[in-house]
Nanobody, 118 residues
Framework: QVQLVESGGGLVQAGGSLRLSCAAS????????MGWYRQAPGKQRELVAG???????NYADSVKGRFTISRDNAKNTVYLQMNSLKPEDTAVYYC????????????WGQGTQVTVSS
C-alpha cells in the first residue's frame, strides 16, 4: 500500500522560506519520479515541481528560481525548498508519485497547507 506523508507547511510572511518533506512507503522509491502539486482555493491542482529517479527536475514557470525539489533515496523522502515566498504561493501542497511525462498518478498524500501573508 502506497503511503505519502507530507509535512513542513505553515504560515510565513512574504519573502520567507519553508521546506516541505514527503516521506514515501509502499513503493520502490528510488526508481520513481516524484512531484509536488498545489491547489489554491477555487483553482485546479497544478504541478509545482518534479524530479526523476535520475535527478532531472522540472518546475512550473511561476516558481523557477525560487523553489528547489530534491530527494533522498536513503530516506525515501522528497523535499521542496521554497524561498522568496509570495502570497500567490498560498495553497495546499501535495506529494505525488509521478508517471511518464511528469503526469500525476493516483498516489497522493494528504496535503500540507502553506499560507503566505503579505
Amino acid at each position: 500500500q502506497v503511503q505519502l506523508v507530507e509535512s513542513g507547511g505553515g504560515l510565513v510572511q512574504a519573502g520567507g522560506s519553508l521546506r516541505l518533506s514527503c516521506a514515501a512507503s509502499g513503493i520502490i522509491f528510488s526508481i520513481n519520479a516524484m512531484g509536488w502539486y498545489r491547489q489554491a482555493p477555487g483553482k485546479q491542482r497544478e504541478l509545482v515541481a518534479g524530479i526523476t529517479s535520475g535527478g532531472s527536475t522540472n518546475y512550473a514557470d511561476s516558481v523557477k528560481g525560487r523553489f528547489t525539489i530534491s530527494r533522498d533515496n536513503a530516506k525515501n523522502t522528497v523535499y521542496l525548498q521554497m524561498n522568496s515566498l509570495k502570497p500567490e504561493d498560498t495553497a495546499v501542497y501535495y506529494c505525488n508519485v509521478l508517471g511518464p511525462r511528469w503526469l500525476a498518478t493516483d498516489y497522493w498524500g494528504q496535503g500540507t497547507q502553506v499560507t503566505v501573508s503579505s
